[in-house]
């Protein structure tokens, strides 16, 4: 019997569509797993009773397969599903990391990544690496078609979760097909400033670069409040503000010594528009851990 605690993740920070993500330090899955003829999956805690325990749909079931590794795997889930937080992705990610372990499979966490996105494949419809990536290698990722690169970063971040359900699958329909030359030479500059913020843990230059107006704006739609969360967290703040991978959480960058404050200033916000949330004071933190 092995238990891995893999983390909830932040994908996009609005200039990286697909391809930034971040761990955070808290929330978290707790998967233990143990060698089985075949694979089965129990599932406990947020929001277990709306996820399939059939491998089939379940996102460790497309990782026990793509491994060979056969196993009776028990979740407990700290992320909620459809939260924007990579719920679906921590769970792959503790199933890659533990099972390579248990069957003594060799892969590097690198390598670890494009397998255990094959359970993104299940849900999404898409094998997207971005949540992946940091709740395997932790810190901030930057994942492309040629790998992975991960820098540790340390930045604060408020991730602000309403009691709105959004589907990844539904959330990329909504994504626009084009974008016009001037938004993509703002994107660059984003992302450019962003990854410069993230080396140099630097809250203000990443918050810069969370700006985005090609996908945030069509998915902002699906989350009531969104505008308000947004305006209340930097008037309170916050040095930037964006939809935490396909919502609805919405997540901030800030000084540490400013945190609790936009996190409460968050919750208030969402509040007044009747819609209950639930916040998280975290950081960026480690990836997947073996006990
Ligand atoms: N182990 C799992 N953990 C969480 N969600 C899962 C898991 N396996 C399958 N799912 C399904 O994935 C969907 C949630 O994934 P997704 O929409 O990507 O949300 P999130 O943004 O939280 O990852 C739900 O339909 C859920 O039933
Ligand atoms: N890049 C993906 C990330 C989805 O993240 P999730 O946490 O909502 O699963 C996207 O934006 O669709």
């Known amino acids: 019997m092995l ?34 003829d075949r694979v089965t999956i129990e599932m406990t805690g947020a929001g277990s009773q709306y996820i399939p325990e059939d491998p089939d749909k379940n996102t460790v079931g497309a990782v026990a397969e793509a491994l060979d590794a056969p196993a009776h795997i028990q979740i407990d889930k700290g992320v909620r599903p459809a939260s924007g937080l990579g719920s679906s992705a921590a769970s792959a990610a503790a199933a890659a990391v533990g099972l390579n372990e248990l069957y003594d499979r060799g892969y590097s966490r690198e390598e670890l990544v494009p397998i255990a996105a094959k359970g993104e494949a299940v849900v999404s419809g898409d094998a997207h690496d971005d949540n992946v990536a940091p709740s395997i290698m932790g810190g901030f990722t930057i994942a492309t078609d040629k790998g992975v690169t991960q820098v540790d970063a340390d930045i604060p971040l408020v991730a602000c979760l309403p009691d709105i359900v959004v589907s990844t699958r539904d959330a990329r329909n909504v994504v626009p097909e084009t974008a016009r030359v001037d938004q993509m030479v703002e994107t660059v500059g984003n992302a450019a400033s962003l990854t410069t913020g993230m080396h140099r843990d630097d809250p203000e230059l990443v918050g810069q670069g969370m700006h985005d107006t090609v996908v945030t704006p069509a998915r902002a739609q699906l989350i009531d409040g969104y505008e308000q969360v947004r305006e209340a967290a930097l008037a309170a703040g916050a040095t930037g503000v964006t939809i935490s991978g396909a919502g609805p959480t919405v997540i901030a960058a800030c000084a540490e010594e400013d945190r609790r404050k936009i996190a409460s200033t968050m919750l208030d916000a969402f509040g007044e528009r009747g819609v209950d949330a639930r916040v998280y004071q975290t950081r960026i933190g480690g990836g997947a851990e073996v006990f």
């Open 3 to 36: 238990t891995v605690r893999a983390p909830a993740t932040s994908a996009n920070l609005g200039s990286g569509f697909d391809v930034f993500g971040v761990a955070l330090e808290r929330p978290a899955d707790v998967v233990r797993l143990e060698k089985a």
